[in-house]
């Protein structure tokens, strides 16, 4: 069965998600954190466990899923962003904590091929992604919500490569499906953070895009207003040796 059909429509897509039901609140703490951290959080969950002895619930998806739910009062301690503007949106809502946010981590975005011996190159306004697509689907996330897709379009736009390949683009929810697609070889190529790249032995990198040719990749933090003292704990956790550790070996720059 192809991944296409669900994900070509994506305004339907984000109004379910946004539609669908909140995750129940059984543990200590609830977090809600951008897809592409689920590698580090997988270690960081045990690791926050164990020192802890509190249970933590780890909510994954696209920030813009993950943002519009704590707005419509999901029951959310922690929010991890995969890009300010999200967290922006939740502070002017004064959904947060005060004094709580900060910048966490950084990332970068790259072309990944579903071959994973596919050649590097350098990617800049000459490359042409029309002709190594042949004819294919270039996977991205939701490109006008999800951060990961929202990076992607601007790098492309500022290479002046997006108005040859928009029509070839297809959107899934989050970056971890558009990974998918590409691991799985129903998208040729796809444009995801360097740390899902990392994460999935099937898929090779053809390149990075350069850092100027969009925003800053970064991942801010903050605690979900009313949200009690294990929402402090867990914050101070993220700034622990233990949780730059888990960070770093996925990929990511840590913000000191």
């Given at each position: 069965m192809s991944l296409f059909r669900p994900i070509l429509a994506p305004a339907l897509t984000l109004a379910l998600l946004a539609a669908a039901p909140f995750p129940v609140a059984a543990a200590d703490l609830t977090v809600f954190a951008a897809a592409s951290l689920k590698d580090a959080m997988d270690?960081?969950?045990?690791?926050?466990?164990?020192?802890?002895?509190?249970?933590?619930?780890?909510?994954?998806?696209?920030?813009?899923?993950?943002?519009?739910?704590?707005?419509a009062g999901a029951p959310a301690d922690v929010f991890i962003s995969a890009n300010p503007g999200w967290m922006d949106r939740l502070d002017e809502a004064g959904r947060l904590e005060p004094g709580t946010r900060r910048d966490l981590l950084r990332n970068s975005i790259v072309l990944i091929s579903s071959d994973p011996e596919a050649p590097e190159q350098k990617i800049d306004a000459t490359t042409d992604l029309a002709a190594m697509l042949g004819g294919g689907r270039l996977a991205m996330a939701l490109v006008d919500a999800v951060p990961a897709g929202i990076y992607?379009?601007?790098?492309?736009?500022?290479?002046?490569?997006?108005?040859?390949?928009?029509?070839?683009?297809?959107?899934?929810?989050?970056?971890?499906?558009?990974?998918?697609?590409?691991?799985?070889?129903?998208?040729?190529?796809?444009?995801?953070?360097?740390?899902?790249?990392?994460?999935?032995?099937?898929?090779?990198?053809?390149?990075?895009?350069?850092?100027?040719?969009?925003?800053?990749?970064?991942?801010?933090?903050?605690?979900?207003?009313?949200?009690?003292?294990?929402?402090?704990?867990?914050?101070?956790?993220?700034?622990?040796?233990?949780?730059?550790?888990?960070f770093e070996r996925q990929g990511f720059d840590v913000v000191e």
């Open positions: 270690e960081i969950e045990q690791g926050f466990e164990a020192e802890s002895g509190l249970d933590i619930a780890v909510s994954l998806a696209g920030s813009s899923a993950l943002a519009r739910q704590i707005e992607g379009k601007a790098a492309l736009s500022s290479l002046g490569l997006w108005d040859t390949v928009a029509p070839q683009v297809a959107q899934a929810d989050n970056v971890r499906a558009a990974l998918a697609l590409v691991a799985t070889g129903e998208a040729p190529l796809g444009i995801v953070y360097a740390t899902d790249a990392q994460a999935e032995p099937d898929v090779g990198v053809i390149g990075t895009f350069p850092e100027d040719s969009h925003p800053p990749i970064i991942y801010p933090v903050a605690q979900i207003e009313g949200a009690g003292e294990a929402a402090g704990r867990f914050l101070d956790y993220l700034g622990s040796d233990a949780a730059r550790a888990a």
